[in-house]
């Protein structure tokens, strides 16, 4: 799932997101819920673009709740 997201966008998968604000801010990451909409900066308002991080499995993905029940490797060089 490449591609960039903007606010007012739906989430299409779960999972922990990068932020990009217009310009007051460095990027930063977010942990956004499938179906829900990328949310505004209060600040830039709709200058916000979103790119997927890492995403929640699917199989996961399909329960009524997330819980993280170990922390995942994440391979540095990725």
Not at 5 to 34: A, C, K, M, N, W
Not at 49 to 59: I, P
Not at 63 to 75: G, T
Request: proline share 5%.
């Amino acid at each position: 799932m490449a591609g960039v997201f903007r606010t007012g966008d739906r989430i299409p998968r779960s999972g922990i997101y990068r932020v990009f604000h217009f310009q007051h801010r460095l990027p930063h990451e977010v942990t956004l819920l499938r179906g829900e909409i990328f949310p505004r900066c209060s600040k830039c308002q709709d200058k916000v673009e979103f790119q997927v991080v890492r995403l929640v499995a699917a199989d996961v993905e399909k329960r009524d709740k997330i819980v993280l029940h170990e922390l995942p490797a994440i391979d540095e060089a990725a």
